[in-house]
């Protein structure tokens, strides 16, 4: 069952994060066309080429995406896909776009997350933005707008924490353990000249000292907002053999979805990626232990550290001792998120979870520059959307 | 001219809910059971989840639970809640075995334990016709 590993990760483009926009806002439609000319360029691969596409929603339309984005590009495809699941979006677009093509449905993938303003319109409509309560929707009828809201339980400072709290409850909780996941993936930041902090180091008394928001998580240990964008390229064997890079094989996946709002979870502990991973690893014929590295998403600390455990890097409940016993930047004993994480690299919407992907990519390509992981073969990669409650693992590898 | 109080969300029941916003409204709480496998259902749906039965009935519980976990949300989780942090945002688990979102309130912040037992304090939102479901400590 599964990816034969003949789709191939062929073409990066990423826009650095910024906290504050220093260029002017842009249509979703034109970030599209210009992070697409951007990948398709880095791959050396043709406009005609492309005849697929993997999209998230877009300002410009709340239906029909992918054909407003084909028509605005002027391409014909046979492989269009809309893809919502938070966070997960990119990593899942990613197996979605290597299967549509070992099907044999298509041979180049374009998947973009455009993450820039977008201009505003001369009279904006009036009223609360649908954005208000994060990820929570206020719609009527909806569950969260009628149970959850009401009581402030809004994504996802919230959540996350009550995450961590439980996590706390059962395993005991290691402050001290949670800080050094963001300290070591700042010392990776530290060296990615594209990510937001490259110039600002941290200690665990900065992440420890910095304010509390939802007990225990602090500060420090969420992502920063930025804006940005990233797309990449997917390929067939063929295309990716005469493309300009080594390429990165898309060789195993799992994809999980379980709730929306934690107080509904079956098991809060029991995350969406233990199965997930499990079916990735199965797939690719891996062991954990030949991971080179590791680029799991990075909203919290806390998702860090259940992602190893749920991963199965450490036994669940040991991963904070194993946070303490192993150095996590692109040049320890454990890489992880070696630009830094989003943590470290700025949350730009959803290219934030791109992030994750390029990086990989980069690593297994050869291209991580001053933040190389030596020898870079085999890269785990999630997505996690959600509240840990949509997982999308992946495996990617070198030749 | 005075700074504009936040307005606070509030649920809007509809049909298929109302009896649990009204039985809040009597002090009791109510909530869905399936007969036919023998679970109790939260929040309020059209059918049961898993087994998608469609013979859920109302029934009037105790309310009180264990205390599944929480945060305290030192900064507003909205603009909507400002002023009201610290909120201890919890979440209950109910006797009968569903979950509900509420805060834990006349509880110092040093107490509260993931596990501890407690129990419903109905809270009328003045002017409107809701009733909230907020919990404490059971004695």
């Known amino acids: 069952m599964g990816l034969r590993g003949e789709a191939a990760i062929v073409g990066i483009a990423e826009w650095k994060p910024e906290r504050r926009p220093t260029a002017p806002p842009m249509f979703t439609l034109e970030q599209w066309a210009q992070l697409t000319r951007e990948a398709l360029d880095d791959a050396g691969i043709d406009p005609s080429e492309v005849d697929g596409i993997c999209a998230t929603n877009i300002r410009e339309s709340d239906s029909f995406v992918p054909s407003t984005i084909t028509e605005y590009l002027g391409m014909q495809v046979n492989f269009a896909e809309v893809v ?65 809201i009401p009581y402030g339980n809004v994504a ?18 290691d402050p001290v353990a949670l800080a050094k996941i963001a300290v070591d993936q700042r010392v990776s930041a530290n060296h990615n000249p594209a990510a937001v902090f490259h110039h600002v180091p941290i200690t665990v008394e900065d992440v420890l000292n910095s304010p509390m928001i939802a007990d225990p998580i602090h500060m420090l240990e969420i992502v920063m907002p930025c804006v940005g964008g990233a797309a990449i390229v997917v390929a067939g064997k063929d295309v990716a053999r005469r493309s300009k890079h080594r390429p990165a094989w898309i060789s195993g996946f799992g994809e999980r979805v379980l709730h929306k709002t934690p107080t509904y979870a079956e098991d809060l502990l029991s995350t969406a990626l233990i199965p997930a991973a499990d079916q990735a690893f199965t797939m690719a014929g891996r062991s954990r232990e030949e991971v080179d590295l590791i680029s799991v998403y990075d909203c919290y600390t806390i998702t860090v550290l259940m992602t190893i455990e749920d991963a199965g890097f450490c036994p669940r409940g040991e991963g904070q001792p194993f946070v303490r016993e192993h150095d996590l930047s692109f040049r320890g004993d454990f890489p992880c998120n070696t ?45 996690n959307g959600g509240l840990m409650s949509e997982q999308v693992a992946l495996i990617l590898e070198g030749d | 001219m005075a700074a504009e109080t936040p307005q606070r969300p509030l649920p809007t029941p509809i049909d298929r809910t109302r009896p649990f916003w009204d039985g809040l409204r009597e002090r009791k709480v ?49 603009p909507d809640f400002a002023g009201d942090e610290p909120q201890v945002i ?27 037992r407690v129990r419903p304090v109905f809270e009328d939102v003045p002017e409107t016709d809701t009733t909230l479901l907020r919990y404490e400590p059971a004695p």
């Open chain 1, 339 to 383: 630009h830094g994480g989003q943590l470290g690299f700025g949350q730009a919407g959803l290219a934030g979870g791109m992030s994750h992907i390029t990086e990989g990519a980069r690593q297994v390509m050869r291209r991580g520059e001053d933040h190389q992981v030596p020898d870079a073969d085999v890269a785990f990669i999630t997505g």
């Open chain 1, 84 to 148: 919502d699941l938070g966070g997960a979006s990119c990593a899942a677009m990613v197996w979605r776009a290597a299967a549509a093509i070992e099907l044999g449905l298509c041979n180049v993938v374009v998947i973009a997350a455009p993450s820039w303003p977008s201009p505003r319109p001369p009279n904006p409509p009036s009223g609360p933005s649908s954005w208000r309560y994060g990820a929570s929707s206020a719609n009527y009828g909806s569950p969260q707008a009628e149970f959850d």
């Open chain 2, 30 to 78: 109510r909530i869905q059971y399936s007969p036919s496998s023998d679970t109790w259902v939260f929040y309020p749906r059209s059918h049961a989840p898993l087994t998608l039965a469609d013979d859920l009935e109302w029934r009037d519980i105790s309310g009180e639970g264990t205390l599944y976990t929480y945060t305290i949300a030192r900064r507003p989780t909205a």
């Open chain 2, 90 to 116: 919890a979440v209950v688990e109910l006797d009968e075995g569903p979950r509900l979102t509420s805060t834990l309130v006349n509880v110092d912040e040093d107490r509260i334990v993931v596990g501890m």
């Open chain 1, 156 to 173: 996802q400072n919230c959540g996350y924490a009550q995450i961590a709290m439980k996590y706390g409850a059962e395993y005991g909780f």
